[in-house]
């Protein structure tokens, strides 16, 4: 058997999906010295000590065993507990359970609810894994555009334009990876409006609740009517600096749940016994290193903004994440040519928009969840790069 003859017998839906654009720019700088990378999607930050301990002291007593595959019960409490500051009201032993990070929960909430198929609506630009998952689903993915001018949000006039009678899922990401926007109680109520007339369920990916700036996340499912057509997603990664956990949990109407623990008991089983252990710690008791997690993003996302546009990148102000979506377009060049340039002549590395939607094009994602130092070097490499190009 040849190796073409042998990828032709492939999964076509496998085959066709093409690699994630950001681990490309990854692998680049990875072969490179001395690279800034505002690339990343992970706090800077270790996990707090006293989470650390925690794991460290559940394998000392021997927690390492299966739990139940909905998750530890005391942690499904926690977690209840924690979702009602978002004025989110589930119960902990029917509408919650912890997966293998968020992505767990996302490819699962995407195979409960798509029949081969339907479509489903993803504003644009997103995070890069929501198409793949929904096409592993058997779904035929439905671009929305979102525009610089709204500061990247989704209105209910764009979305009602894409509703077909095979409209089944809309996805929304806020605060938003790559662009930082938040959305409003307002705005959120308009989009909700149009998924109750249109019979639409919601995947609410709500991972960046908790790191927001000058106004605290609202989450569509607490809005009337919405919390039955609704898989909230969330995880520990972001807000507690716990990304290589794999710490994750959905929470959506038991219908739905029970569908999605039936293919998380024959995939994962559970989440790590140790790890959910960790988690209970950092929801327990984690509020005072979190905050002071927020106050730094907070310091270096006006940091990032101030210094974007002292260089001459025109930029929106992120009020959420810790990404900043610098405009491009004047440059004259892709956001990929300007990236993988910025790259190989100043070794920093970013990531060009168009790896999440066409309406990305033009702008670069730049986290600034790195050092203060390491993002005024990156900014004056920046700086020398614009001045070689414009």
């Known amino acids: 058997m040849t190796v073409n003859s042998l990828y032709e017998r492939l999964s076509p839906t496998v085959r066709d999906i093409p690699a994630s654009g950001i681990r490309r720019f990854f692998d680049l700088a990875n072969e490179m010295e001395d690279v800034i990378s505002l690339g990343v999607g992970e706090p800077d930050f270790v996990t707090p000590w006293h989470v650390r301990e925690a794991c460290m002291y559940a394998l000392e007593r021997g927690f390492t065993t299966y739990t139940s595959n909905r998750g530890l ?4 409490q926690a977690i209840a507990e924690y ?28 195979r409960t609810l798509i029949c081969p198929g339907d479509e489903v609506l993803l504003p644009e630009p997103t995070y890069v894994s929501y198409r793949p998952c929904a096409l592993l689903a058997g779904a035929r993915v439905v671009d929305v555009p979102t525009r610089a001018e709204d500061q990247f949000r989704l209105t209910a006039a764009e979305l009602e334009k ?8 809309l996805v929304i990401c806020y605060p938003n990876n790559p662009t930082g926007t938040i959305m409003t109680k307002a705005d959120l109520e308009a989009i909700a409006e149009v998924a109750i007339a249109h019979d639409l369920f919601v995947i609410s990916d709500e991972i960046y609740a908790e790191l927001t700036y000058g106004q605290k996340h609202f989450s569509i499912a607490s809005i009337p009517g919405m919390k039955e057509r ?5 995880g520990m990664s972001k807000a507690f600096a716990m ?11 038991k219908e739905i749940l029970n569908s999605m623990l039936k293919i998380h008991q024959y995939t994962m089983l559970c989440a790590p016994h140790m790890v959910q252990m960790a988690a209970l710690e950092a929801l327990r008791n984690g509020e005072t290193e979190k905050q002071r997690m927020i106050e ?3 310091q270096r996302r006006r940091l990032i903004v101030n210094g974007f546009q002292e260089i ?6 992120p009020e959420g994440a810790f990404y900043a979506f610098p405009d491009i377009r004047a440059t004259g060049l892709t956001s990929e040519a300007f990236a993988e340039g910025l790259l190989r002549h100043e070794k920093v590395a970013v990531v060009p928009g168009s790896v999440f939607g066409s309406t990305g094009e033009g702008f ?3 986290s600034y969840a790195t050092s203060v130092e390491q993002i005024q070097r990156a900014l004056a490499r920046m700086g020398r790069y614009m001045q070689t190009i414009c």
């Open 73 to 76: 019960p005391e942690l499904c």
């Open 296 to 298: 730094s993003y907070d």
């Open 83 to 110: 979702l009602e500051k978002f004025q989110l009201q589930y119960d902990p032993d029917q509408e919650l359970m912890v997966t293998v990070g968020g992505s767990e929960a996302i490819d699962i909430a995407f």
């Open 230 to 234: 609704t898989v909230v997603i969330s």
């Open 312 to 317: 001459g990148l025109a930029c929106h102000e």
């Open 364 to 366: 670069i994602r730049c």
């Open 162 to 169: 894409h509703i077909t009678p095979a409209s089944k899922v």
């Open 243 to 253: 990304t290589g956990w794999r710490l994750g949990y959905a929470a959506a109407p």
